[in-house]
């Protein structure tokens, strides 16, 4: 144990003329270097700190005003009208100090105060400049004057060299939309799903609420608004989230894949040693907010909040509703393998292990032979089952002794770790790989991932990695940001030796990673096992497509003078009409990050344009010409929605809040009631590239990531996720059930691959020269040239040369 390994260190033997007192140097070094280490980190800590808390000024600059108040005294011009007189006349203790001093005091109080107030004037003017989002919808390409001013004052706002959370003060409060242009678009967005009497009705339930309940639920959560951060991100994560009862594994937490194409290491305690020392260096930064902050259009920041919880953090299950636990400064982290918790230190010598020692460390375990305790083995299906028999078994078996302790080294620790031992990975030689993949990220085998962690790390034997994340924390762009860093710093810039084992030297004098002791009684045992087959039920119902669209991707849609977004998302309206035969309420997630404490926002994309669109591709009387026509109008009206979801103009967030005031006011709403009640059959979310400076795809084709994806939101429904992988690729996540008999993942995603090259074949440039056909563009000069089956052919003379 680390416990008895370190009491070497301290020795004592008790003679009769004393005690003979026997210390380690190498101990007294390593306790020396921990302190120095805390010290340092604090340092550090308080430093950017103040950093942040001054921005976008800078320490450097009170000195500068400090200065120019002092100078004011010996050129006898007063700038501050008087105020240093009066400071100066009323200072405390004025009496015992010369004139001279009161005046230097004066001015440098009267310095600081100016300085404070100019830090506080350029935060809001800030705030004011970033309150504006005429620019998002503005034409793309294409800027106007005001916008161009707009964009060069935020950038002289902003500052130079901003750390992580330098903006956060400066991000405008999410805006509440009225009640009128809610319900307004609410109504517009069912319109192409109701039938006339359908939408009659729900127009009289929507005029009704409009005119008697808003009013009273509005005034109470504009009161939230000017008092909050954020009017919905707490509701949103407690009723959303943390008072779900039912199990979370597939139904909330989400996956995130490794590499596509490559496999640094086939070395599984190697790969897993540089990866989770890729983890704590983006952890440090993140502690001393050293990370860039993300701006859109590489200057408007965003929120960066959600960050804060990445790591040592915990969702405690409860009775009625969860908690997450956040702690600081976590020393180590649990690895799960072959039934068996094992707890491993992080930390020697005051600094973090290096790669070759985490990879000593966990080769370690990977050797390990000794079996599980009694009620070990699927200890982690408690996480991923119902959540009440886990709050109750955790009051009732781990309150207390061994489990206790165990339980608590788990849920403190930095995240969890995976060692599995089934490889996995996509293999193009496999026609499922990708599917099974991403079903053992998902779920697993239900009890080998602690899904209550912020996140699991999951580690293959044939060096493949993934995540398994818990959402109600933070969503998914938040986790792919780590995770994009992770990635690039394993393989461009920690590496592995030529026998494919971490670099660096071995220590041998590390202590051997510690089991975690279980006291399990058969009670327990059996809720245990009741979740584990709750879950496996769920787990084995999840029908799951992973699917790579290569014939093209953003560049070629781009060519089209349209959104990649706008055109993946008709695509699949057309893909779930030729599926379902029916159009259904579809959910795609938008970030509203510009605003502070900012989550997430829903676009309703199946809008009345779609719907045209799409029975005009289904009309075989109807010409390309005019699909066309209505493929520009739908992904118009979708751009124009996403970005008012963008903008804090969105439907469902609004509508969800009233409906919180509601039950705090037991105020009754059928409007509200079956608002919230209506299912998400199609629910889509991108995973978006972040950070495109870590990876020069140009270069390094084969370094791209597969993204990531989630369960099915309805019984009889789809979920979609999906990455624009540079400009030649697009990588489908799909998932559906297999107990609902009208749903078929792989069916789908045959669909979908179907609906993009139809809506690619609609485009022909303006010159009538160039054409596209089945994924290939064709280039027609003089009639003479055209491509056929990938070749260049010649036509002269009505005969073909390649």
Not at 280 to 308: D, F, I, N
Not at 481 to 494: G, K, N, P, R, S
Not at 562 to 580: E, G, H, N, V, W
């Amino acid at each position: 144990m680390a416990e008895a390994h370190q009491a070497v260190g301290f020795q004592f033997t008790v003679r009769p003329d004393g005690v003979d007192l026997k210390l380690s140097q190498e101990v007294i070094k390593n306790i020396y270097l921990s302190g120095v280490t805390a010290w340092k980190k604090k340092a550090i800590q308080f430093k950017n700190g103040v950093l942040a808390g001054v921005y976008p000024a800078s320490p450097s600059s009170w000195l500068i005003v400090v200065i120019a108040m002092m100078s004011s005294l010996y050129i006898r011009i007063d700038p501050s009208l008087g105020m240093i007189d009066a400071i100066k006349d009323n200072l405390p203790q004025r009496d015992y100090m010369s004139v001279q001093t009161r005046a230097v005091l004066s001015a440098i109080l009267f310095a600081t105060g100016l300085w404070l107030f100019l830090i506080y004037l350029l935060r809001y003017t800030l705030k004011a400049l970033l309150s504006y989002h005429g620019w998002i919808f503005e034409s793309h390409g294409k800027m106007s004057t005001s916008t161009k001013v707009w964009l060069s004052l935020v950038k002289m706002f902003s500052g130079r060299r901003p750390l992580l959370y330098s903006f956060q003060a400066s991000l405008p409060r999410l805006p509440v939309p009225s009640v009128d242009d809610t319900i307004h678009r609410y109504l517009e967005s069912v319109r192409p799903l109701l039938d006339g009497e359908q939408y009659n009705q729900m127009e009289i339930l929507a005029n009704d609420f409009k005119d008697s309940k808003a009013t009273q639920l509005q005034r109470y959560l504009i009161l939230k608004s000017w008092w909050a951060t954020n009017y919905v991100s707490d509701w949103w994560e407690e009723y959303i989230y943390l008072r779900g009862r039912s199990p979370i594994m597939v139904n909330s937490n989400f996956y995130i894949m490794d590499l596509l194409y490559m496999t640094p290491t086939h070395r599984q305690a190697a790969r897993a040693g540089n990866v989770v020392h890729a983890m704590l260096q983006y952890r440090r930064k993140l502690e001393r907010g050293e990370h860039a902050p993300l701006r859109a259009v590489g200057t408007v920041p965003m929120c960066s909040t959600q960050m804060e919880r990445m790591f040592n953090t915990t969702r405690i299950p409860g009775i009625e509703t969860d908690i997450v636990q956040h702690l600081t400064d976590r020393k180590h982290l649990i690895v799960y393998h072959k039934g068996r918790f094992f707890q491993v230190w992080l930390y020697t010598g005051g600094r973090h292990l290096l790669p070759s020692e985490l990879e000593t460390q966990f080769q370690k375990i990977l050797n390990d032979t000794s079996e599980p305790q009694p009620g070990e083995l699927k200890l982690a299906a408690l996480t991923a089952g119902n959540r009440v028999p886990w709050a109750r078994a955790r009051i009732k078996y781990f309150s207390l002794g061994v489990n206790k302790v165990s339980l608590d080294a788990i849920e403190s620790a930095a995240f969890f770790l995976t060692l599995d031992d089934e490889p996995q990975g996509y293999d193009p030689a496999k026609t499922n790989s990708l599917d099974s993949y991403a079903k053992s990220l998902l779920h697993g085998k239900c009890y080998d991932r602690w899904f209550d962690k912020s996140f699991t790390l999951i580690s293959y034997p044939n060096g493949k990695m993934g995540i398994n994340a818990e959402h109600s924390w933070a969503d998914a762009p938040v986790v792919g940001h780590m995770w994009e860093y992770v990635l690039a710093t394993d393989c461009f810039h920690l590496g592995y030796t030529e026998e494919g084992h971490c670099k660096g030297d071995v220590n041998k004098g590390l202590p051997h990673p510690t089991r975690l002791q279980w006291q399990i009684p058969k009670e327990c045992q059996e809720i245990i096992g009741t979740s584990y087959l709750s879950a496996k039920q769920i787990a084995d119902d999840v029908d799951f497509h992973g699917y790579l669209f290569s014939e093209f991707g953003k560049g070629l849609i781009k060519k089209c003078r349209t959104s990649p977004d706008a055109f993946i998302q008709l695509a699949l309206q057309l893909a779930q009409f030729r599926d379902q035969g029916v159009f259904c309420l579809t959910y795609e997630s938008s970030m509203t990050r510009m605003f502070r404490d900012g989550r997430t926002e829903t676009v309703r994309s199946c809008t009345s344009e779609a719907v045209a669109f799409v029975r005009a591709m289904e009309d075989a009387s109807g010409t390309n010409v005019q699909r066309l026509a209505l493929f520009r109008r739908a992904a118009d009206k979708h751009q124009n929605m996403y970005r008012l979801a963008m903008t804090g103009s969105g439907i469902d967030r609004h509508l969800f809040c009233l409906y919180i005031v509601s039950k705090y006011l037991g105020v009754d709403s059928p409007f509200l009631e079956k608002v919230l009640s209506e299912p998400w059959k199609l629910s889509t979310s991108q995973t978006p590239q972040q950070q495109l400076n870590l990876v020069d795809i140009n270069k390094f084709p084969k370094y791209v990531g597969a993204g990531g994806g989630f369960g099915p939101v309805a019984d009889d429904g789809y979920g979609v996720s999906y990455i624009i992988v540079g400009e030649n690729l697009i990588t489908f996540h799909i998932s559906s059930k297999f107990s609902s008999p009208d749903t078929d993942s792989c069916r789908f995603g045959q669909h979908i691959r179907k609906a993009m090259l139809d809506i690619q074949g609609l485009f022909k440039p303006e010159n009538d020269k160039k054409m596209v056909e089945h994924g290939k563009l064709v280039q027609l000069e003089n009639g003479k040239k055209m491509v056929e089956h990938g070749k260049l052919v010649q036509l002269e003379n009505g005969k073909k040369h390649i």
